[in-house]
């Protein structure tokens, strides 16, 4: 089992930027793919973006393309989303996410971290 925690979190103005973490620990990530979602009030939870252990895999969903970047260092067990030109509807909270290579659906999620942008 891994543990998520994210960090990183806050208000922000439209047109700003947001750097979130997650921490994981628990057992290697060799072979886990790792991403984040988001959920806003109201609505379903929303895939954002997801990199695979080597890097070789990226994908984005498509209301953040250009403007997020996925990344991780896998010495320091971490994973990383950049979010630029924030809109206020970016608003939601953020869970990091980690799944075995080889498995369908993210089985492992972090608490969440609050994003609100401000318009």
């Known amino acids: ?13 439209s047109g700003g930027s947001l750097r979130l973490s997650c921490a994981a620990s628990g057992r290697t990530l060799r072979n886990y793919v790792m991403g984040w979602s988001r959920q806003a009030p109201g ?9 695979s252990w080597s890097g ?16 991780r260092d896998n ?3 971490m994973v990383y989303l950049q979010m630029d030109s924030l809109k206020p509807e970016d608003t939601a909270v953020y869970y990091c ?23």
């Open 1 to 13: 089992q891994v543990q998520l925690v994210e960090s990183g979190g806050g208000l922000v103005q």
């Open 56 to 71: 070789g895999y990226i994908s984005y969903g498509d209301s953040v393309k250009g403007r997020f970047v996925i990344s």
């Open 43 to 51: 609505k379903e939870r929303e895939f954002v973006a997801a990199i």
């Open 97 to 119: 996410a980690a799944r075995r290579d080889y498995e369908p659906k993210f089985g492992s999620w972090g608490q969440g971290t609050q994003v609100t942008v401000s318009s």
């Open 75 to 77: 010495a320091e067990n």
